[in-house]
């Protein structure tokens, strides 16, 4: 004879103040394990974002990214014409990119970080459509301008429209500010590419990225990449360059779990400590439910169902407190380019659903023991029990 649901929801309304202590308790426990992993999932979702699945992203062969890459202006001219590139009013839709750490303020005033700074080609706007001017204007090659992703103009000071900032020795004028929606790229300053080459003097460029006809044209640009000894590069879809590039996600997630795992030993002693006091309180309960003929499995499974009904409350709260957080900007550095990373916090119906499961389980262990004492509890000392 199983015991209805309505018995567990009733001591839970009646012993309201222990129930509250519970709920919040697992409530934030929840919300942080959300929260931290929802900055690994913007991590990831911004890299697997960017790029456009007509391009391919090339680099020096080994290269595990883009600023450890070298490629020589012969190189990007011998890239340019190879058959399979598209062109574009008689001209290759390609270019050739020139990444740039430099250190500025932040808009606070209360430090520094390194801000990546990339320079392009001209035909950098086709290239790359997600890019989009959101005020101002595109930047005038040779005259020194820059464009600035929106978030990142909102952390680093001197980046208003018409502002200039000072690095290797030259003043940089802000013209426009642009969106990557959601990209990598609202990480970046973006100029002219051979601007930065003369004021940062570097004779090599950092990677080209050219547009293919078609697939099988991608595939023997990267064939005869792999097979031309004056070209030691490597070809990769844009995008899949990019999904690759999310090492900065690792140690995130990684942090995310142990929280969870020490957080979770709190939530689970919290939970025992409520349920223990509900057992106490319930004892002459338990004896008259096994007068009545309820099993011990039955007193059992009822109360490991009580401590799982508290716990998924509090993992609905958590999930609520969470979700404030859900599309805000945030920073972090980047371990691959050792520069800010600027993206948002995002949490999916399936980060929503891990919280609640994580939530449950919780619950779960932290009401064994004290279900397990109910359960053995003698019948004849629980009904002379005061």
Aim: with cysteine.
């Amino acid at each position: 004879m199983a015991l209805p649901l309505k018995y567990n929801i009733s001591n839970v309304l009646i012993r309201w103040r222990a129930t509250l202590s519970t709920i919040l308790g697992i409530a934030l426990v929840v919300a942080v394990y959300i929260m931290v992993n929802a900055l690994a999932v913007g991590l990831e979702k911004n890299s697997a974002n960017t790029g456009d699945p007509r391009n391919l992203m090339i680099v020096r062969k080994g290269s595990t990214a883009e600023s450890s890459s070298q490629i020589t202006l012969e190189q990007y001219r011998l890239i340019q014409y190879l058959p399979g590139v598209s062109q574009e009013n008689k001209r290759p839709l390609a270019t050739a990119d020139v990444l740039i750490l430099i250190n500025l303020p932040r808009i606070t005033l209360d430090g520094e970080a390194n801000v990546l700074v990339r320079g392009v080609g001209p035909m950098a706007a086709p290239l790359r459509p997600q890019v989009q001017i959101t005020q101002g204007r595109w930047f005038t090659p040779g005259k020194r301008e820059v464009i600035v992703a929106e978030n990142l103009a909102q952390r680093f000071a001197n980046m208003k429209i018409g502002d200039s900032f000072k690095t290797a020795g030259n003043n940089l004028k802000v013209v426009g500010w642009f969106t990557g929606n959601r990209s990598a790229f609202d990480s970046e300053i973006w100029m002219d590419a051979d601007d930065a080459r003369s004021i940062f003097d570097r004779e090599f460029y950092s990677s080209v990225v050219v547009r293919v006809d078609s697939t099988n044209r991608a595939a023997e640009i990267t064939s005869r990449l792999e097979g031309d000894k004056r070209l030691p590069l490597q070809a990769t879809p844009e995008t899949e360059y990019y999904k690759t590039q999310t090492g900065t996600a690792k140690p995130i997630r990684w942090m995310g779990k142990f929280l969870a795992v020490a957080m979770s030993i709190g939530a689970i002693f919290s939970a025992m400590n409520t349920m223990y006091a509900s057992v106490g309180a319930r004892t002459r309960e338990v004896g008259t439910l096994r007068v009545l003929g309820f099993r011990r499995r039955t007193v059992l499974l009822s109360f490991i169902i009580e401590g799982a009904f508290l716990s998924f409350l509090g993992g609905l709260l958590g999930c609520l407190l969470a979700f404030y957080v859900n599309g805000k900007t945030t920073g972090t550095m980047n371990f691959q380019s050792f520069s800010e990373v600027v993206f948002e916090f995002r949490i999916t119906p399936e980060l929503l659903l891990n919280g609640l499961i994580f939530a449950i389980v919780v619950g779960v262990l932290g009401s064994l023991l004290p279900a397990l004492r109910a359960a053995r509890l003698p019948v004849i000392s629980s009904l002379k029990s005061v």
